[in-house]
């Protein structure tokens, strides 16, 4: 298993943060395409789903389809997703924290990364590729907040 953690300071209200996180549906507005992340699509029934383990996802990734899902929800304090290949060989835990900064909001995402089979021979790569798309989301997560209308505006 593989663990990284990345920490940022956003310009945006907590709940606005959290809102964005936990709107999985809404993430192709926000998250653009890169070589590891090629997109996210959510089954209609589950998109506006309210409970945990409710809300699953489909994300496209270089090493192909990876099944998601919401599995806990802690409203403006923290998010868990888990995401595996239907084959079981990669599995990954995403957890995001977000709290109050003194008027910004720090979100500190955490990702744990299992493989299996011949995926154990690069997880080493696949740990990196990981880790570099982690930094990634987490910058395009502060650019779109950031660029959001506050109350207001």
Do not use: C, N
């Not at 496209?60 to 998010?79: F, K, N, Q, Y």
């Amino acid at each position: 298993m593989k663990s990284f953690t990345d920490t940022i300071e956003i310009d945006a209200p907590v709940h606005d943060v959290y809102a964005t996180l936990r709107a999985v549906d809404a993430y192709p507005a926000w998250l653009g395409h890169s070589l590891v992340y090629r997109g996210t699509r959510v089954p209609p029934a589950t998109a506006a789903a309210p409970e945990p383990g409710s809300q699953t996802y489909v994300d496209s990734t270089a090493l192909g389809r990876m099944r998601g899902e919401l599995i806990d929800d802690v409203p403006d304090h923290e998010l868990r997703f888990h995401q595996a290949k239907p084959s079981g060989r990669v599995d990954a835990l995403i957890v995001y924290g977000v709290e109050d900064s003194g008027g910004r909001t720090r979100v500190t995402r955490l990702g744990r990364l299992t493989t299996h089979g011949m995926y154990r021979a690069v997880e080493p790569v696949v740990a990196r590729m990981a880790a570099r798309e982690s930094r990634r989301t987490m910058q395009a997560l502060k650019a779109h907040a950031e660029a959001a209308p506050g109350p207001g505006d």
